[in-house]
């Protein structure tokens, strides 16, 4: 902490502003919502808050969830979707697992949201979950999974561990969508990288695809997302 890694990455946003290169076409992503105000405002005090604003910078989420917005179509959801933050999703999961009969005493909505979660951060969506259940809390979990993904779509929803299944849905089964945002993104940057989990490595990639300019910074002691699938292998990738 304090060595220096997010002044590499806005200095080097500064550099390429100075030299030309359109704010539009950069792309900066972190972690968390302070990161992210922090390394706006490192960008805005070293060229003004005019050109530091057409940066493309903020959160893997708030950035994927705009892009969203655009081409929400694609994937059958309006633009308008909703966000479901922690509290939406277990809302809707308890109401499912009462719908199914399943004990919230026995098997709480905390801890099936959990696993829902962090099996949708692997990139393990209802279909593989279900086929992969053996014991008895993942067999539970998969049926309120399943029925929690149907419940989303019905309600044009998404949760935060969707923005990035989704953003990579929309790269992945739209080449002409994908194109664009490559076409778009001539230099991508991405802070605290120690804390990439495989959802949010694969999409960086497939907006890089085209440029295959990427410069990410972190240091493997500051991870702190292992829970969430963060693996310090994708430095290395």
């Not at 966000?83 to 109401?95: A, G």
């Not at 259940?133 to 419940?151: C, G, H, P, S």
């Not at 001539?186 to 949010?200: C, G, L």
């Given at each position: 902490a304090g060595s220096g890694k997010t002044r590499v990455l806005t200095y080097r946003i500064a550099y390429l502003l100075s030299k030309g290169i359109n704010p539009y076409s950069i792309l900066a992503l972190t972690f968390t919502n302070k990161a992210a105000g922090e390394m706006k405002n490192r960008i805005a005090s070293m060229v003004g808050e005019s050109i530091a604003r057409k940066v493309w910078a903020g959160t893997f989420h708030s950035v994927f969830a705009r892009i969203l917005r655009i081409e929400a179509e694609s994937l059958g959801f309006t633009n308008?979707?909703?966000?479901?933050?922690?509290?939406?999703?277990?809302?809707?999961?308890?109401?499912?697992?009462?719908?199914?009969?399943?004990?919230?005493?026995?098997?709480?909505?905390?801890?099936?949201?959990?696993?829902?979660?962090?099996?949708?951060?692997?990139?393990?969506?209802?279909?593989?979950?279900?086929?992969?259940?053996?014991?008895?809390?993942?067999?539970?979990?998969?049926?309120?999974?399943?029925?929690?993904?149907?419940?989303?779509?019905?309600?044009?929803?998404?949760?935060?561990?969707?923005?990035?299944?989704?953003?990579?849905?929309?790269?992945?089964?739209?080449?002409?969508?994908?194109?664009i945002y490559q076409k778009r993104f001539?230099?991508?940057?991405?802070?605290?990288?120690?804390?990439?989990?495989?959802?949010?490595y694969l999409a960086v990639q497939l907006l890089a695809g085209g440029h295959k300019n990427i410069c990410v910074v972190g240091d493997d002691a500051q991870s702190i997302y292992r829970w969430r699938g963060a693996d310090i292998k994708y430095f290395g990738v």
């Open positions: 308008s979707f909703s966000i479901y933050d922690t509290d939406d999703s277990l809302s809707v999961i308890r109401s499912i697992m009462n719908t199914l009969g399943i004990s919230i005493q026995q098997f709480t909505p905390q801890s099936i949201r959990s696993r829902i979660s962090n099996a949708k951060n692997h990139m393990i969506g209802w279909q593989q979950y279900e086929a992969d259940a053996q014991e008895i809390y993942e067999k539970q979990t998969a049926l309120v999974y399943k029925e929690y993904d149907k419940r989303l779509k019905i309600n044009n929803a998404m949760d935060f561990d969707d923005i990035l299944l989704n953003m990579i849905k929309v790269l992945q089964l739209n080449p002409e969508i994908k194109a001539s230099f991508i940057m991405v802070d605290e990288y120690q804390d990439t989990n495989r959802a949010q």
